[in-house]
C-alpha cells in the first residue's frame, strides 16, 4: 500500500521530546509512521514506542515500516490511551505526540472521500466505521449544517451552503465529493470563488463533524497528560486555528496554579501548576521546510512538561 507521508516539524518535535534511549514513547497519532520511526530508531532494547491510530491503513503501514525497531502499532483513538497502555502492563510514559488533522494518504486516496480535488463517495472516515460525510451531509437539518460549517470551518458564507445543500438534496441525494464541490461553488459569490478554492472550509467542517475530532482532541489531551510520567513531555502539532486554540487553552490550564480571585489576599484555593510551558510560542516550520513541505505552512508546534 503507497502511503506518503513527510512528517513536519521533525527535528524540533525531536528536540522537544528529548527521546531517552529506554524510555516509553507514545505517537497517538502514527499515520505513515513519521515521526514514529525517528523516535523508535533512538531507543534501545529496553524502549519502546507505541503507535496509536484509528485509521486500519495506517496501521497496516505503520506496523510494517516499524517491524525492525522496538515499537508496537495498535489501532485505536489516542483518547484511549489509557486503557491501551493498561492492556500492556505500562503504567506511564516518558514522552507522547500527536501529529493532528487528516493525513496525506487520506487525502491522496481519493476513495477515502476527503479531498474536494476528485470526484468520489462522500466519506471521510478515519476509522472507516461510523457516521460518514454522505450521513452529514444527506440527514442533518439546515440549522445544525449551518453550525458545523461556521463553527467547525469558520465559513462566512454557512447559511448559503447549507441552503444549497438542504435544496439539493430535496431532488436527489448528495452522494460525491464532487457534488458538494459544485454547490459550495455555486452558493458562494463569484469573487469568492475567483479568489480561491471555496470548498476547502465545508470540507474540512464536515470532516472534523464525521470524526468528532474536536471531542477527541480534548479527551485525548487529558488521556495523554495522565499517561505522563512526572518530567515526561507532551507534544502536540497543529494545522489550523481551532486545534491550536484548545491545545493552547489546555496547556495554559495545566500550568497555571492559583486560581483565586486576583483581589483575594491570599491564595484558599491551593491550586499547584500541574506542568510547565516548554514552548512560550508555537514552533513553525523554517524556510527550507516551507519550501520542501506544503503542509508545514500551517503547523504548530506547543509542547509542556509535566511536574
Not at 229 to 242: C, M, N, P, Q
Amino acid at each position: 500500500m503507497e502511503f506518503s507521508h513527510i512528517p513536519v516539524l521533525l527535528p524540533e518535535t525531536l528536540n522537544y521530546l528529548a527521546v531517552r534511549p529506554d524510555g516509553i514513547y507514545i505517537d497517538g497519532t502514527v499515520g505513515g509512521a513519521g515521526h514514529s520511526r525517528e523516535i523508535a530508531s533512538r531507543l534501545d532494547k529496553n524502549g519502546l514506542l507505541i503507535g496509536l491510530d484509528r485509521d486500519p491503513d495506517a496501521v497496516a503501514v505503520a506496523t510494517e515500516r516499524l517491524q525492525a525497531l522496538p515499537a508496537k502499532v495498535i489501532q485505536g483513538n489516542y483518547s484511549q490511551m489509557r486503557t491501551i497502555l493498561d492492556s500492556l502492563n505500562i503504567l506511564s510514559a516518558d514522552g507522547i505526540l500527536l501529529d493532528l488533522g487528516v493525513s496525506s494518504h487520506q487525502l491522496d486516496e481519493a476513495e477515502r472521500g476527503f479531498s474536494y480535488h476528485a470526484d468520489a463517495p462522500l466519506d471521510m472516515r478515519m476509522s472507516q466505521e461510523g457516521i460518514s460525510a454522505y450521513d452529514i451531509v444527506n440527514t442533518w437539518d439546515e440549522q445544525a449544517l449551518k453550525k458545523i460549517l461556521y463553527e467547525y470551518g469558520e465559513e462566512k458564507f454557512a447559511g448559503s451552503i447549507a441552503g444549497a445543500i438542504i435544496r439539493a438534496r430535496e431532488i436527489s441525494p448528495v452522494k460525491t465529493t464532487g457534488e458538494l464541490a459544485e454547490l459550495v461553488r455555486q452558493a458562494v459569490p463569484q469573487k469568492y470563488r475567483r479568489d480561491k478554492n471555496p470548498c476547502k472550509k465545508t470540507f474540512q467542517a464536515i470532516r472534523i463533524a464525521v470524526n468528532d475530532e474536536f471531542g477527541h482532541l480534548r479527551l485525548g489531551l487529558g488521556a495523554a497528560f495522565a499517561c505522563l510520567k512526572s518530567g515526561g513531555r507532551l507534544a502536540v502539532i497543529t494545522f489550523h486555528s481551532l486545534e491550536d486554540r484548545i491545545v493552547k487553552q489546555q496547556f495554559a490550564q495545566w500550568c497555571k496554579g492559583c486560581t483565586c480571585p486576583p483581589d483575594f489576599p491570599q491564595c484558599v484555593c491551593g491550586n499547584r501548576p500541574k506542568a510547565r510551558l516548554i514552548t512560550r510560542k508555537p514552533v513553525t516550520a523554517g524556510q527550507s521546510e516551507l519550501e520542501q513541505n506544503h503542509r508545514s505552512h500551517s503547523a504548530k508546534l506547543r509542547v509542556i512538561e509535566k511536574i
